[in-house]
Nanobody, 129 residues
């Protein structure tokens, strides 16, 4: 039902920058609102961890270790979320996942609001030393 069209990712040298984007959509109907969108990442052998989230009103939440090097932004009209990263380190190598929490959708005139978490398939980011 939910899908996320991802752009960005790939290989970058340490100290470089990268921009990830995710466009959320549903297979039937339209997304009217996404309560919170964000990015998480999972490095090999580690658990998935928060990078940053942003509500539709603009409130952000960053993991402590991400402050200053990652910037999250959204385009609510397009249901898109972006992650701008800079000064990347080899330890930033991970699969980065887009997350959408709390969709308001409209399908054939029927409004539906949920509090679910939806995930994109993940984008590999590799930072070489």
């Amino acid at each position: 039902r939910f899908s996320c069209r991802r752009l960005g990712g790939g290989l970058v040298q340490a100290g470089g920058s990268l921009r990830l984007s995710c466009a959320a959509s549903v297979s039937s109907g339209n997304i009217l609102r996404v309560d919170r969108m964000g990015w998480y990442r999972q490095a090999p052998g580690k658990e998935r961890e928060l990078v940053a989230t942003m509500t539709d009103s603009g409130t952000t939440n960053y993991a402590d270790s991400m402050w200053g090097r990652f910037t999250i932004s959204r385009d609510n009209a397009k249901n898109m979320v972006y992650l701008q990263s800079s000064m990347l380190k080899p330890e930033d190598t991970a699969v980065y996942y887009c997350n959408a929490h709390g969709l308001t959708t409209q399908t054939m005139g029927i409004l539906q609001v949920d509090g679910e978490d939806y995930w994109g398939k993940g984008t590999q980011v590799t930072v070489s030393s």
